[in-house]
């Protein structure tokens, strides 16, 4: 990889967004709601992957930065009316700023610590959205339907209900978070995270100072998560503790492996294949959650690398 | 050469392990361009003291001042961007990754200064750098190889080649010939020769040969502490070096 990214990447990146479009005018309505799901799990898995896949950090607690994106632009709208565009914005601040004072305490931690506390962090946050329930309407949730404003573009009217806007909302969103992923990797920053990720000792004694690193991978991967957290919110249009809960952590850490840590396409891979399996299982049994835990302890027992990672290893070493 | 001010000077630096003093009290002048050669039995405490210099290390006791400026506190990335350069006992190279990937890490340090800098940065003019570092210590074609895939000779060709993209104001080397076959050291030789003529080194030698043939100052230690320092000549006849060191 001697240049910034090779021309074939990002004709790869531009196939697989290009593809994503045109998928919307062939897919069946069910499979239509679900590729638009997908896309914004996904753009939440490429966040996580920032941090585990580049750096090198492995986190329990992204739920907080996920339902904090949530909760930062489902309550403007819900208590203020706020418009959709506002509402991303402090989706995405809420998500940054909680990372960015995370890391500040967290990050003086690495490997098991770090995964022990960012999962306190999470469980804190999971709790206080339940405490305070009368604000945040926690345990139910709330529906942003009714309070939020449809898009008005050039004469048209776009409400959030309908298909078209939630499958390009979500992608426009996936697309501006696997551009930000492949721009990071093939950056000088992304060289650097990578050294951490490989050996922290040795890039600090290059002249990095790696907490400085960590720390804005890690708001890179909060806002990320935040930014997929909103417009979850605002497509789908319900807000709820649920998010904030650990399954929420496991979830793209899950979907990162499946699809290969520390590949720019592998959290899409891995979201939508264990979207369609939880899917597939929970048609068969109402423990569909067990396919969740069988995948995850075959991965990480058979296949560390997943598919991509595996994928890069044997045939394309030129994969970011 | 009293009046001239050290490129590097420790003033009675010491580290303390629990109850043991790996390093006690070392006073040492290092004057710019020079090769300096610290020679020791194991545990004499080199390693300890060039970690102290490079900052991997926190001193107990006493100062570490370089160009004149106390830079005890300051941090291991620091010293690095003010040319203090340290490469490893036991190489330390980013096994995963490609020799280009390798050098590429060190070779932007330099050009990543201030936030436009690191935006805007051209991989082309790291890829030069790069290349001319690996070309430097000849393992030029090896650049698309993993590194966890070269010979260990070559990993120690590598790893210097990552302290050289870093534009070393001072290059630290512990026991770089350490595991090498008699032609590459004569190789290696050579290229620390060169490098002197840009840097100064800090050698950290087992090989007495090698120590004699490079350096132009030799400084003994033993139990943390330095019991002679002169020319390789005065060094090699020292009686105390020879009891303590040579073994005769």
């Given at each position: 990889?001697?240049?910034?990214?090779?021309?074939?990447?990002?004709?790869?990146?531009?196939?697989?967004?290009?593809?994503?479009?045109?998928?919307?005018?062939?897919?069946?309505?069910?499979?239509?709601?679900?590729?638009?799901?997908?896309?914004?799990?996904?753009?939440?898995?490429?966040?996580?992957?920032?941090?585990?896949?580049?750096?090198?950090?492995?986190?329990?607690?992204?739920?907080?930065?996920?339902a904090a994106g949530m909760y930062g632009a489902g309550l403007p709208v819900y208590y203020l009316g706020v418009g959709a565009a506002g509402a991303l914005g402090a989706g995405l601040a809420a998500g940054v700023v909680l990372?960015?004072?995370?890391?500040l305490l967290a990050l003086r931690t690495t490997g098991v610590a770090f995964l022990i506390v960012s999962l306190m962090f999470a469980q804190a946050f999971y709790l206080a959205s339940l405490y305070f329930n009368e604000v945040t309407l926690g345990d139910q949730g709330f529906i942003l339907s009714q309070r939020l404003a449809p898009l008005q573009a050039g004469g048209a009217t776009l409400g959030f209900h309908e298909p078209a806007v939630k499958y390009n909302g979500a992608l426009l969103l996936f697309a501006a978070c696997l551009l930000v992923s492949l721009a990071l990797r093939a950056s000088p920053i992304g060289r650097v995270l990578i050294g951490i990720r490989e050996n922290e000792e040795r890039t600090r004694l290059l002249g990095y100072d790696s907490f400085r690193y960590k720390l804005l991978s890690l708001t890179i991967s909060g806002g990320l998560a935040a930014a997929a957290g909103a417009m979850y919110a605002l497509l789908f249009s319900y807000v709820g503790s649920t998010f904030a809960s650990i399954l929420f952590s496991i979830y793209p850490l899950l979907w990162t492996l499946l699809g290969g840590v520390g590949t720019t396409l592998g959290p899409l891979l891995g979201t939508g294949l264990m979207f369609y399996l939880v899917d597939l299982a929970s048609g068969v049994t109402s423990a569909y959650l067990l396919a969740v835990g069988v995948a995850l302890v075959l991965l990480v027992l058979w296949f560390p690398l997943g598919i991509l990672g595996t994928v890069r290893a044997r045939w394309l070493p030129w994969l970011p | 050469m009293a009046a001239v001010i050290p490129l590097l000077e420790t003033e009675s630096l010491g580290k303390r392990f629990g109850g043991l003093a790996a390093v006690n009290g070392v006073s040492l002048r290092v004057a710019e361009g020079e090769i300096r050669a610290v020679i020791g039995p194991n545990?004499?405490?080199?390693?300890?003291?060039?970690?102290?210099?490079?900052?991997?290390?926190?001193?107990?006791?006493?100062?570490?001042?370089?160009?004149?400026?106390?830079?005890?506190?300051?941090?291991?990335?620091?010293?690095?961007?003010?040319?203090?350069?340290?490469?490893?006992?036991?190489?330390?190279?980013?096994?995963?990754?490609?020799?280009y990937e390798n050098v590429a890490l060190p070779a932007q340090r330099r050009l990543m200064r201030g936030l436009a800098g690191r935006l805007a940065l051209r991989e082309s003019a790291i890829a030069e750098r790069v290349?001319?570092?690996?070309?430097?210590?000849?393992?030029?074609?090896?650049?698309?190889?993993?590194?966890?895939?070269?010979?260990?000779?070559?990993?120690?060709?590598?790893?210097?080649?990552?302290?050289?993209?870093?534009?070393?104001?001072?290059?630290?080397?512990?026991?770089?010939?350490?595991?090498?076959?008699?032609?590459?050291?004569?190789?290696?030789?050579?290229?620390?020769?060169?490098?002197a003529r840009r840097a100064t080194v800090l050698l950290i030698e087992h090989n007495m040969p090698v120590v004699l043939a490079l350096a132009g100052r030799v400084t003994v230690m033993d139990s943390g502490e330095i019991i002679a320092e002169g020319s390789p000549a005065e060094i090699e006849r020292d009686p105390a070096v020879q009891r303590a060191y040579l073994g005769r």
């Open positions: 990889m001697s240049a910034r990214a090779p021309l074939k990447v990002l004709a790869l990146h531009a196939a697989v967004l290009a593809l994503l479009f045109a998928a919307q005018f062939a897919l069946p309505p069910y499979h239509h709601t679900n590729v638009a799901r997908i896309m914004v799990l996904a753009a939440y898995a490429i966040g996580y992957n920032v941090l585990l896949g580049y750096t090198g950090l492995m986190s329990l607690g992204h739920a907080m930065f996920f990372a960015a004072l995370f890391g | 545990g004499a405490g080199k390693t300890t003291l060039v970690g102290m210099i490079c900052g991997r290390l926190e001193p107990t006791s006493g100062r570490v001042r370089y160009g004149g400026r106390d830079i005890t506190a300051l941090r291991p990335w620091e010293r690095l961007r003010q040319g203090i350069v340290y490469t490893f006992q036991v190489t330390s190279v980013f096994r995963g990754l490609s020799c290349q001319a570092a690996l070309e430097a210590v000849g393992i030029a074609d090896l650049a698309a190889q993993r590194a966890d895939a070269l010979a260990y000779g070559h990993q120690r060709l590598l790893e210097l080649a990552m302290a050289l993209a870093t534009e070393p104001r001072i290059l630290i080397l512990d026991e770089p010939t350490q595991g090498l076959a008699e032609g590459e050291i004569e190789r290696l030789c050579g290229l620390v020769r060169d490098i």
